[in-house]
C-alpha cells in the first residue's frame, strides 16, 4: 500500500500531501482524527502517531481506489439529517429528496405510509420525523439493509415511531384488509440489465440488487403497481422514484393500472424524477 503519510507528520503537511482534493482530505483527516473544521486549523501543528498515519493512509488509498466517501466516513447527510451507510445500502442523493417532499405534501393527515425498499432508512425516516402524525412502515428484502436502517431510525425517531420489515415487496406484510395505506413511496432498482453506469463510479461499490432489476428497469415497477391492488387505499397516492429516461414508460404502467392524476416532477436539475398517481 503507497505510503504518503508519515508518522511525524503535522496536520498542516497532511493537507497539502494527501492526492484528493481539498475538501475531501479535510474530510477525512477529521474522520480519522475526530477533529472539526477549526479544530484542524487551530492544532496544525500537531503531528501524527504511527496508529494515525496507518489509519489515514489506509483510508486514502480507499478512496484512491474509487471508494464512495460516504462508505469511507459511514455517514451521509438527506434532508438534513445524517445517515449512517454501509456497502449493504445505496448511499442517499439530493436527487431522492424529492420523494420526500412529495410524500409530505400529499400525504393525507393521520395516515398510513408505506416505504418500499427502504435500503438506509432515509425517506422513510425523513418523512417519519417530519410528518410524526403519519403512521410508517418501511420494507426491505435486505436483512443487513434493514440493520443499517433500524440503527438510523434510533438516531432520528422516537421508539415505535418507524415499523421496519423484511419483505419481497408486499409478500409479508400482515394482511389487514381494513388497513390499507394511503401513501406508498418508492425508489427501486430501476436500471436495466448490462447498464455501462453500473460499472462507473460510485455505482462500482454499491449493492447491485439496488440498483438493477437484472432485467429491463421495470419489473420492480410492475410488482409495485400490481401489489397496490391490495394494499393502497382508494384515492391513495404511489409516488416513485425512476431513471432520467423513465418517466413516459412508469406513466404508462400507472395509466394501464388505471391509476388518475397521474403526473411526473422534475428534480432540481430540471429531470423529471418521480413519477406518481392516485388509485
Known sequence: MPVWLAPGSTIANCQSSIPLEALESRMLLMHALELSR????????????????????????????????????????????????????????????????????????ASRLLDLGTGSGAIAIAIAQQRPDLEVMAIDVSAAALAVAAKNAARHLLPGTLHLLQSD??????????????????????????????????????????????????????SIINGTASWLSNDGWLLMEHGYDQSEAVHKLLAQADFSDIQSWPDLAGILRVTGGRK
Open 169 to 222: 415487496w408486499y409478500s409479508a406484510i400482515p394482511a389487514d384488509p381494513l388497513l390499507p395505506f394511503d401513501t406508498i413511496v418508492s425508489n427501486p432498482p430501476y436500471i436495466v440489465k448490462g447498464d455501462h453506469h453500473l460499472s462507473e463510479g460510485d455505482l462500482r461499490f454499491e449493492p447491485v440488487d439496488a440498483l438493477t432489476d437484472h432485467a429491463d428497469g421495470l419489473s420492480a415497477y410492475r
Open 38 to 109: 477549526v479544530q484542524l486549523i487551530t492544532r496544525s501543528e500537531n503531528v501524527l502517531t504511527a496508529m494515525q498515519a496507518q489509519q489515514l493512509n489506509a483510508l486514502i488509498e480507499r478512496r484512491v481506489q474509487g471508494e464512495p466517501m460516504a462508505y469511507i466516513l459511514g455517514e451521509r447527510e438527506f434532508f438534513g439529517l445524517s445517515f449512517y451507510v454501509t456497502p449493504d445500502v445505496l448511499i442517499p442523493r439530493p436527487d431522492t429528496e424529492l420523494l420526500v417532499e412529495l410524500a409530505l405534501r400529499l400525504a393525507p393527515k
